[in-house]
């Protein structure tokens, strides 16, 4: 009997070995939007990569190169490290980029097998990137793909992005065979990351589905490969009609998408028309893993994890060396010239200060830090008109909340991460102020960038103010939902702005370069609606705000670029030392909302047309008219039914 059982067995294993014999296993640990967040936050003054279970913050690139090695020793199976792009641009540690890429060396030595590029990688404009990527190139990085670039034959601009791009330091797409299995990667940009991506012109983006299509029948009938993988700074959101799931359902041959962006933490894969999309949040905090079974040409998710990169998980000490390391080049190089370090706290809080969709306390400050810093440089008390009495901030140039940590203290790291973007006219790192004037209805345009913008295009589109405030009837036509201003401050009160037509006065606005351009296109997002015209102090219209940057030393011949960090730092280091401990206390104003933006809806008759533009009087003409004929409609069919 034993023998005929053993004998059973061993037919059972046979007929059954056929079923695994073709399957083969590949794990892939992927990220994105890493946004050179290397230290652990918020705040990283209680970041401790030498110990334990000691502190709350996340992410950390130390932590993930620990995560990194204990994921590829946990498998005999091969196993790829990937990400979907913007690992640059968001800390103090991308001022140096195009010296030092201190990103790019470090993710090739926490064992990344290959990235592809994000919007945010184009910041610092062609020239820029191809500073990057060339320093990257010298120091060691991970292999790069890039299919979407176009660049320009009649200017000279990106000429040294695509002598980058030529050498083959980016490369369109990459084949390797892996576990026996011959497998394609290519990288592209999505559409709506192409619209964030200002400062890459003259570069040009060939469309997501496009670029794909071009390079899934390449690899597929050129290259012959089985698996093909797509990094794709795209996007999705869970439940909508994202762009990475979009691609998958219209370009067949994709079995693996893997996703930035968008920030989005998704926990599970999402499968569309047989293709794996996978995207881990933003920032490092989170890791994911997933482990694929292929077998009869086909990729099917066999496990995935998202493993949260907290204090659970020590730093891999040799990574947080070097950050460590980066850390003694950025004050030296950096904010030395600021009487600034790293570390140095500049003020003390009582209260976190978070980015939220609203009047934000975080976001008050920072726009009240715009219009005291450009009134400290370039305000004439025996000129009135010169002084800034309106300055605006996007939700998406501010990048991190403020938060007051175990210890309260507010360092330099932490206060720039909040607004870190971008890069000046001159060629340094970062926003420069501009400023130009407004008349009283155009200033009201801008008001309803957030009642009308807003709503339709998504958080990075709602604005925080200073100078002003106001009151919105979101049931108002679209456009022309403000139904009250006042300009002023909390400090000295507030007056009641003229925003009719027939107000020919000047006010001077000021704002970073990248959200006051922006005001200057409205008009055409708008069906011209709202088209707002930059003026010079005599009214005349400004065709370039590039020349209306503020200038920090007129001694000095050009424009000495006014940053928007140094401002916020300088602002909150004028606070007053509350306590007596000789550190600047952030004031209980910004602990939360001041009122500045206040929702009112209303469907009273009133309320709806007061006060009204042309478009909400066109839509109540359509809605009588139409109401019109419902009512003759209704009328002519009771006579109907009477008879």
Not at 106 to 130: C, I, Q, R, S
Not at 441 to 454: C, D, G, P, Q, V
């Amino acid at each position: 009997m034993r023998t005929l059982t053993s004998l059973f067995a061993v037919i059972l294993m046979l007929f059954s070995l056929p079923l695994y014999a073709g399957e083969k296993i590949l794990s892939i640990i992927h990220t994105n939007d890493m946004h050179s967040h290397l230290m652990g936050f918020p705040p990283e003054l209680d970041f401790t990569p030498d110990k334990t279970g000691d502190d709350k913050t996340l992410g950390g690139w130390a932590r993930v190169a620990t995560v990194i090695k204990r994921q590829k020793a946990a498998r005999a199976n091969p196993t790829l490290v990937l990400d979907a792009g913007d690992y640059h641009m968001g800390s103090l540690f991308h001022m140096l980029a195009r010296e030092e890429a201190f990103e790019l060396s470090l993710l090739k030595l926490m064992g990344y097998d290959m990235v592809t590029l994000g919007n945010h990688e184009f910041d610092l404009m062609p020239d820029g990137l191809a500073r990057i990527l060339s320093a990257g190139h010298r120091k060691g990085m991970p292999e790069i793909v890039f299919s979407s670039a176009k660049f320009s034959a009649e200017s000279e601009k990106d000429d040294s992005l695509e002598a980058v791009f030529k050498k083959g330091i980016v490369k369109p797409y990459s084949i390797k065979v892996i576990n026996g299995i011959k497998i394609g990667f290519f990288g592209i940009i999505g559409e709506v990351a192409i619209g964030d991506s200002p400062f890459a012109s003259p570069v040009k983006f060939t469309p997501p589905v496009e670029a794909a299509r071009e390079m899934v029948k390449l690899l597929r009938e050129k290259e012959k490969v089985e698996m093909v993988i797509c990094l794709s700074h795209s996007g999705v959101y869970e439940g909508t009609k994202s762009e990475d799931e979009v691609l998958a359902r219209e370009v067949k041959g994709i079995d693996i998408i893997i996703s930035g962006h968008t920030h989005t933490l998704l926990e599970k894969p999402l499968i569309v028309n047989g293709t794996i999309i996978v995207q881990a949040w933003e920032y490092g905090r989170r890791v994911g893993v997933l482990d694929v079974a292929w077998d009869k040409g086909r990729a099917t998710v066999k496990d995935y994890s998202m493993i949260t990169i907290d204090d659970s998980i020590p730093a891999d000490p040799d990574i947080q060396r070097r950050i460590n390391g980066y850390i003694g080049e950025i004050d030296r190089r950096v904010l030395a010239e600021h009487g600034l370090s790293y570390w140095k706290t500049i003020a003390h809080a009582k209260f976190d200060m978070p980015i939220v969709e609203d009047e934000s306390p975080l976001g008050n400050l920072i726009a009240d830090s715009i219009r005291w810093y450009a009134n400290k440089y370039d305000y004439d008390p025996a000129d009135p008109a010169t002084k800034v009495v309106l300055a605006i901030e996007a939700n998406g140039v501010i990048r991190d909340s403020l938060m007051k940590g175990k210890t309260g203290r507010l360092s330099v790291a932490d206060v720039f991460r909040t607004i870190p973007l971008g890069i000046g006219m001159d060629g340094t790192m970062a926003y420069p102020l501009v400023s130009c004037y407004l008349y009283g209805s155009e200033i009201k345009k801008a008001m309803e960038i957030l009642t009308s913008i807003y709503p339709l295009k998504g958080s990075s589109y709602f604005l925080q103010i200073s100078g002003v405030k106001f009151t919105y009837n979101p049931r108002r036509a679209i456009f022309d939902r403000v139904t009250d201003i006042w300009m002023g401050s909390e400090e000295e009160g507030y007056v009641p702005l003229d925003y009719s037509s027939s107000n020919k006065a000047l006010y001077r606005i000021s704002g970073n370069i990248y959200d006051t351009t922006f005001l200057k296109v409205i008009g055409s997002f708008t069906f011209n609606i709202l088209n707002i015209v930059p003026k010079d102090r005599k009214g005349n219209p400004i065709s370039d705000l590039v020349a209306y940057r503020i200038d920090a030393d007129k001694r000095k011949p050009g424009i000495q670029e006014l940053k928007e960090w140094v401002g916020v730092m300088e602002y909150i280091k004028s606070f007053p030392d509350i306590d007596g401990d000789g550190i600047p206390d952030v004031p209980k104003k910004y602990s939360g909302k001041l009122g500045r933006i206040v929702s009112e809806p209303s469907l009273n008759p009133f309320n709806l047309l007061s006060r009204g533009t042309m478009v909400t009087w066109v839509m109540f003409g359509v809605f009588v008219f139409l109401a019109a004929i419902v009512a003759f409609i209704v009328r002519f069919l009771v006579k109907k039914f009477k008879k």
